[in-house]
């Protein structure tokens, strides 16, 4: 089992739908990190919380860090939103920092 | 655009070679971390340097090494490749060590190793 795991990992919607996407972990965190890749690899850094919730326009990023699970939500999703999905949690692991990432989740806005 | 670059952009390589993946960091960021992240898969960290020194090693053998140089710009350099090192690598360059500071990514270096 992967230390972090993300559901669903293929999402296809139509434009406008309200689009939630799960990040569930196992170890002890420090900080979570969502971030989003184009085709072609380019990744952005979309939020970085360890607590509570943050929201960049339409993104909204919430984490439970008793129930370990972190979702991002997107609100009146565009089909430029198409992109993957990576949720990456920042833990102590052998006495170094280390960035643990899910697989990833591929979204599909359809206009 | 996040201000980190890399080089090059693909690269084809056979088994037993090695090669130099190249990044440059944001100005004034002083650390960076690689990543390698395979077909249909997450980034797996590889490593991290912080102010020239490894600051953190993923589940890569010795054969995966780095460089951090003071211009930020920082080197990953692959020895006697195998066919499985063929993947994403990606760098990410940040303010604070231990990922304490947003990442910022660079574009990734696509390495096909046959």
């Known amino acids: 089992k992967n230390e972090v795991e993300q559901s669903p990992q293929n999402l296809t919607a139509q434009e406008g739908e309200f689009i939630t996407i799960n990040c569930s972990y196992s170890?002890?965190?420090?900080?979570l990190h969502w971030l989003q890749q184009h085709p072609g690899g380019g990744i952005v850094s979309l939020f970085m919380?360890?607590?509570g919730k943050k929201k960049h326009g339409r993104l909204i990023a919430t984490i439970n860090i008793q129930e370990k699970h972190s979702s991002l939500h997107i609100t009146a999703s565009h089909p430029r939103d198409s992109a993957v999905y990576i949720c990456?949690?920042?833990?102590?692991?052998?006495?170094?920092?280390?960035?643990?990432f899910g697989q990833g989740t591929r979204l599909t806005i359809n206009p | 655009e996040t201000g980190v670059t890399q080089s090059p952009t693909h690269l084809i390589k056979t088994r037993g070679q090695q090669v130099t993946l190249r990044c440059s960091s944001q100005?004034?960021?002083?650390?960076v971390s690689w990543y390698q992240q395979a077909l249909g898969q997450g980034p797996q960290f590889i490593f991290q340097?912080?102010?020239?020194?490894?600051?953190g090693r993923g589940n890569f053998p010795p054969r995966f090494s780095g460089l951090q140089f003071p211009n930020y710009s920082s080197e990953l350099n692959v020895n006697a490749l195998e066919l499985d090192d063929s993947a994403l690598y990606l760098c990410?360059?940040?303010?604070?060590?231990?990922?304490?500071?947003?990442?910022?990514f660079g574009p990734g270096t696509r390495l096909l190793v046959l």
């Open positions: 170890v002890g965190i420090s900080a």
């Open positions: 990456a949690v920042r833990s102590l692991i052998q006495g170094a920092q280390k960035l643990v």
């Open positions: 100005s004034g960021h002083n650390t």
């Open positions: 919380l360890s607590s």
């Open positions: 990410a360059s940040s303010l604070a060590q231990g990922f304490e500071e947003t990442q910022y």
């Open positions: 340097y912080y102010r020239e020194e490894e600051n």
